[in-house]
């Protein structure tokens, strides 16, 4: 199921009526609707193994926190969150909204924050210390109008690239933190030709294709290049950005012929289980490769995407509560409970992601971990396109689009154009 491009039309849509009813079913309404205030629906799309690994994390510190509260998982799958999406503006439109849901800061939690519907979360931060501890740009990120509105877990770093070892030593290839995207594509032509598939991918998620993009666009405009491309202060139709689509057009014939079938949780699977060599993905694919029982160092390695080293595209989950929630208390005890240190920390060993606290020790956390740890606090920071942190999430669904229309055209122009179009209207 994709979600429509009038994604942004349909949450504004749906905020409206739920802004129309939420004067007068108000607050925390532990007498009404479904139920009774000893419950929370927790609302994501995380159903993967390492996925559910980390929000079972979530929902033991908040059960810790708080016992006697039953917790409802309302978890849709579908990787990125597409297909919550949906789900999630139906809701909003009917006036019925998860007491918390998972969003991402920038744009993305925006819209819900500039359409009223949400839960003052300063309150939050103030008890628990939070604003000395969580960065000032993501509590930036995550608020408006001197209001905090959501709480992060994790950050992961979007653009890095994951490869089975053996069948990159197999085949006589070796990608490290200083090769080329133009290299890149030859290590592609080279695995091939030994007859190995080389690109995994999960374009069932649609997100799956768009992170290869995304990442690959990363490479040839580099960080400051980002942040004017999503400012609008340059243009979609730049020679970089066609150069990323011509290195993109390059890697299409090496993707896995059964991409379309494949989930990226699945797509992971066959990286680990040999079936494919490289996959570009969020740091996500640590925490579902460490869970299929793949060993960092003899089964897997990791590199930034060609290109993008010393960048980090920040994909940060943050939950956000429903000011008119039907159990808002518990939604606020949820986003106190999950911010804690020893949350943060185990939801990140389940799920592959640097805890946002910077007062969470992270040597206990695997190498690549710490690594990135290291790399969140000193690279360029980016928001994500993919992940709808750093445009609208009528682009974002624009930039799916564009990227699903593209593996098939082939057409560079005709791509790029569409972009732009999209960025200005
Ligand atoms: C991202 C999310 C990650 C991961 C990924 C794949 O949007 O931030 O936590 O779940 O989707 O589903």
């Known amino acids: 199921m994709r979600v429509s491009r009038t994604r942004g039309l349909l949450i504004t849509a749906a905020v409206g009526a739920l802004l129309a009813t939420s004067a007068c079913s108000g607050g925390d309404s532990s007498s009404s609707g479904s139920g009774s205030a000893k419950q929370l629906e927790v609302f994501s799309w995380w159903t993967s193994g390492s996925e559910d690994a980390g929000l079972k994390q979530l929902v033991a510190g908040f059960k810790a926190a708080n016992p006697g509260v039953k917790v409802v998982n309302g978890a849709v799958a579908g990787g990125g969150g597409s297909n919550s999406q949906a789900v999630l503006q139906t809701r909003l439109q009917g006036n019925n909204p998860p007491d918390t849901w998972q969003t991402h800061p920038g744009k993305a939690i925006g819209e819900y924050i500039n359409s009223g519907i949400l839960a003052d979360l300063t309150s939050v931060y103030d008890e628990d210390g939070l604003e000395k501890v969580v960065p000032k740009e993501l509590v930036t990120s995550v608020s408006a109008k001197g209001k905090i509105y959501g709480v992060s877990t994790g950050a992961h770093r979007g653009n890095e690239l ?6 990159l030593a197999a085949a006589g290839v070796e990608i490290t933190a200083s ?15 030994k007859g190995t598939t080389p690109l995994c991918v999960g374009a069932k998620d649609a997100f799956a294709p768009a992170q290869l993009f995304e990442n690959t666009l990363l490479g040839e405009i580099g960080p400051d290049g980002w942040n004017k491309l999503v400012a609008g202060k340059s243009s979609w139709t730049s020679p970089e950005v066609k150069r990323a689509a011509k290195l993109f057009s390059q890697m299409l014939p090496y993707i896995d012929p059964d991409a379309s079938a494949l989930t990226w949780d699945q797509a992971t699977k066959r990286l680990a289980a040999g079936e494919c060599a490289v996959m570009s993905m969020g740091d996500w694919a640590y925490g579902e490769l460490v869970k299929d029982g793949a060993k960092d160092g003899s089964d897997f390695g990791y590199v930034p995407e060609p290109g993008t080293d010393g960048s980090f595209i920040m994909v940060v989950d943050t939950f956000v ?6 159990h808002r208390e518990q939604g606020l005890k949820w986003a106190s409970a999950i911010s804690s240190k020893d ?18 020790p992270t040597d206990s956390l695997p190498a ?14 980016l928001q994500s396109i993919v992940h709808g942190e750093a445009v609208s999430p009528q682009f974002q669904q624009s930039f799916y689009d564009a990227v699903t229309q593209f593996i098939q055209s082939k057409d560079v122009d005709s791509f790029v154009k569409y972009l732009a179009s999209a960025a200005t209207s």
């Open 162 to 167: 994951w490869f089975n070892k053996k069948l």
């Open 343 to 360: 949350v943060q920390l185990a939801f990140s060993k389940e799920k592959g992601s640097t805890p946002i606290r910077t007062d969470v």
């Open 321 to 326: 509560v429903a000011e008119n929630a039907k």
């Open 179 to 193: 090769t080329t995207p133009e290299q890149f594509v030859k290590a592609l032509g080279k695995l091939k030709d």
């Open 368 to 381: 690549y971990q710490q690594a990135a740890a290291d790399s969140f606090r000193k690279d360029s920071l």
